[in-house]
């Protein structure tokens, strides 16, 4: 039997740190090396013979805890949200002075939202107007989502190698807020309920027509057959990836 991945959970006790332990406990590939709340210390997964870090904490932690990974050789599959343009950029010059080591950053490890997103920035060239609503549980703690904030780039992006113009707006007076945030020029929408665990709709309007575009994560479940894939094939993708669909061969 091949050897079994040596991987340590970051956020271990958290809502998603708890799933990810689970997972890679049940997983036959995989041993559970080490397992850190907030006051654990970082030396502890190399003590602990880790190779592989998931990193499921919060976005002030993050960041230090993926470089600590990096700078000691380890593979790091990574959930939490916070990773702005900036901190990807010194993600990635820290990593080409460790060649050999994969990040991936993951905003969604759910298939179905990976596909979603794909999709709308595929059909978001033929519509007039986009925008996007996440809705989310009342606990988390920034906003607009990561998964929306990757979908408003994807699908701008996609609008503007189209040459498509932005979306109609005639607004001149609103409320603070009543337009949602502004992600290169896509609105986004944020909705907090109890209940609720991880959604989301993107709204692609034309004349006399409207395309919705939607996925729910109704546990959170749904997120590790990614977490698993990422950990898989993490190694055989050295340097930086952002969104699991760059381990996907999506066709789209
Ligand atoms: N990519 C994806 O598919 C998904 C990503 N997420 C993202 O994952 C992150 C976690 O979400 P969620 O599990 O709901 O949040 P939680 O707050 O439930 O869990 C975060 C956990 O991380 C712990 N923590 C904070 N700092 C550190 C640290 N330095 N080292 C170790 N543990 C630490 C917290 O400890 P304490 O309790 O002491 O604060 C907490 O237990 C969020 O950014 C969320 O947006 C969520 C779902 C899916
Ligand atoms: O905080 C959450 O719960 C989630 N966070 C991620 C995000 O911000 O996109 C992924 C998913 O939406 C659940």
Redesign the pocket.
């Known amino acids: 039997m091949a050897e079994r991945l040596p991987v340590a959970v970051?956020?271990?006790?958290?809502?998603?740190?708890s799933e990810a332990v689970k997972a890679v406990t049940a997983a036959p590939d995989m041993e559970l090396v080490a397992a850190?709340?907030?006051s654990?210390s970082l030396e502890s997964i190399v003590d602990a013979g880790a190779r592989y870090v998931v990193d499921?904490?919060?976005?002030d932690?993050t960041e230090?805890?993926v470089r600590f990974a990096v700078e000691h050789g380890l593979h790091a599959v990574v959930?939490?949200?916070?990773w702005t343009a900036e901190r990807l950029e010194s993600l990635r010059s820290l990593l080409a002075g460790n060649p050999g080591v994969g990040v991936l950053i993951?905003?969604?490890?759910?298939l179905g939202s990976v596909l979603a997103s794909a999709f709308a920035a595929k059909a978001a060239r033929y519509f007039e107007s986009v925008e996007i609503i996440e809705l989310h549980h009342p606990?988390?703690?920034?906003a607009p989502?990561?998964t929306a904030v990757r979908t408003a780039q994807l699908v701008a992006a996609s609008r503007a190698g189209a040459g498509v113009a932005p979306s109609p707006d005639a607004t001149q007076t609103a409320l603070d807020g009543a337009r949602g945030a502004d992600v290169d020029g896509v609105r986004v929408h944020s909705v907090r309920l109890r209940g609720l665990v991880?959604h989301q709709e993107v709204l692609l309007g034309g004349p006399g027509e409207q395309l919705t575009i939607r996925h729910d994560s109704f546990d959170?479940a749904s997120?590790m057959p990614?977490v698993l894939l990422g950990l898989r094939s993490v190694a055989a993708h050295p340097g930086l990836t952002v969104g699991l669909d760059g381990y996907l061969d999506l066709g789209l």
């Open positions: 970051l956020g271990a006790n958290g809502r998603m740190g850190l709340g907030r654990d499921l904490t919060v976005p932690s230090a805890n959930g939490t949200t916070g993951a905003p969604n490890f759910a606990d988390k703690v920034d989502s990561g991880a959170r997120f990614g």
